[in-house]
């Protein structure tokens, strides 16, 4: 099936300020299931752009912006072919049926820094820790549990918040559905990493919380199947529908555009996003 991007973003200050260079992370990743056809970039306010793969292999765009400017422009666009594929046509290694999984020293070794865990509070009872709890049937119940138990709000801007003021709250962006998951996996000894990236539907299909819309999940490595998306803000394992960007350790690593601007005193600004997937 064919997919049409058309991204854009609009940064406006009401006086001219200097900005820092920018990265931005919105080109899709390409696999056996998704082939991109043609693309577009643009970056406006005379910046200079460099294409580079960051070290998460991440294809970025460096935007360097040699005068200053009251404002500039983000435009993207993307033709992609899609292959549909079952999210769970996968088989698991036998070290890995089960939580934890045992992983090799040499899985390990690469693993490490995605098995770090930062939150000391105990988690509620479906995401704790319980040794020996059958893998996939496990990470299925941690995504109903959270998207039953946590209303979905859209918000455009922000870090997400900690895990604790989520669980407190039960209310939250995709981004903190990501964060309290990944942080649930790592405590169950699984490596997980943050995503960012666009959100399809079709019209056979129910309609999916943050599709047409700059989206964020998780990717959980499991032995036998590799890195493997859970979206818990729709409470499933990702099929072709999630079309990744980014993935890393931590939300910067995924931010769509990461920059900032120079000046004596803070500067009122607005951003202005539109975003068509279909």
């Given at each position: 099936?064919?997919?049409?991007?058309?991204?854009?973003?609009?940064?406006?200050?009401?006086?001219?300020?200097?900005?820092?260079?920018?990265?931005?992370?919105?080109?899709?990743?390409?696999?056996?299931?998704?082939?991109?056809?043609?693309?577009?970039?643009?970056?406006?306010?005379?910046?200079?752009?460099?294409?580079?793969?960051?070290?998460?292999?991440?294809?970025?765009?460096?935007?360097?912006?040699?005068?200053?400017?009251?404002?500039?422009?983000?435009?993207?666009s993307a033709a992609?072919?899609?292959?549909?594929?079952?999210?769970?046509?996968?088989?698991?290694?036998?070290?890995?049926?089960?939580?934890?999984?045992?992983?090799?020293?040499?899985?390990?070794?690469?693993?490490?820094?995605?098995?770090?865990?930062?939150?000391?509070?105990?988690?509620?009872?479906?995401?704790?820790?319980?040794?020996?709890?059958?893998?996939?049937?496990?990470?299925?119940?941690?995504?109903?549990?959270?998207?039953?138990?946590?209303?979905?709000?859209?918000?455009?801007?922000?870090?997400?918040?900690?895990?604790?003021?989520?669980?407190?709250?039960?209310?939250?962006?995709?981004?903190?559905?990501?964060?309290?998951?990944?942080?649930?996996?790592?405590?169950?000894?699984?490596?997980?990493?943050?995503?960012?990236?666009?959100?399809?539907?079709?019209?056979?299909?129910?309609?999916?919380?943050?599709?047409?819309?700059?989206?964020?999940?998780?990717?959980?490595?499991?032995?036998?199947?590799?890195?493997?998306?859970?979206?818990?803000?729709?409470?499933?394992?990702?099929?072709?529908?999630?079309?990744?960007?980014?993935?890393?350790?931590?939300?910067?690593?995924?931010?769509?555009?990461?920059?900032?601007?120079?000046g004596e005193q803070?500067?009122?600004?607005?951003?202005?996003?539109?975003?068509?997937?279909?």
């Open positions: 099936m064919n997919i049409q991007i058309d991204y854009q973003a609009t940064y406006q200050y009401e006086s001219s300020v200097s900005l820092s260079p920018h990265i931005i992370r919105i080109f899709p990743r390409r696999d056996m299931f998704t082939r991109v056809v043609e693309q577009a970039f643009h970056c406006g306010g005379g910046a200079s752009v460099q294409f580079q793969r960051d070290l998460h292999d991440n294809d970025t765009a460096f935007c360097f912006f040699p005068a200053n400017t009251h404002h500039f422009d983000i435009r993207f992609l072919e899609i292959t549909p594929r079952n999210p769970l046509d996968f088989l698991l290694d036998s070290h890995g049926l089960n939580l934890p999984p045992v992983y090799s020293d040499t899985e390990l070794g690469l693993l490490m820094p995605h098995l770090r865990t930062n939150f000391a509070d105990p988690l509620p009872a479906p995401l704790a820790p319980v040794p020996g709890r059958p893998t996939v049937e496990t990470l299925m119940t941690m995504m109903r549990w959270m998207n039953e138990q946590i209303r979905y709000e859209r918000r455009e801007e922000g870090d997400p918040m900690p895990p604790t003021q989520l669980i407190a709250e039960r209310v939250g962006s995709c981004r903190d559905f990501m964060a309290l998951l990944v942080e649930a996996l790592r405590q169950n000894g699984v490596a997980a990493r943050l995503v960012s990236g666009y959100l399809w539907e079709d019209t056979t299909r129910t309609r999916r919380v943050a599709d047409d819309a700059l989206h964020a999940w998780v990717e959980a490595y499991l032995p036998g199947a590799g890195w493997l998306g859970l979206d818990p803000t729709n409470g499933v394992f990702c099929d072709h529908h999630a079309i990744p960007t980014a993935a890393g350790l931590v939300p910067d690593d995924i931010s769509p555009v990461s920059g900032t601007y120079y803070q500067i009122p600004s607005r951003l202005e996003t539109r975003l068509t997937v279909g």
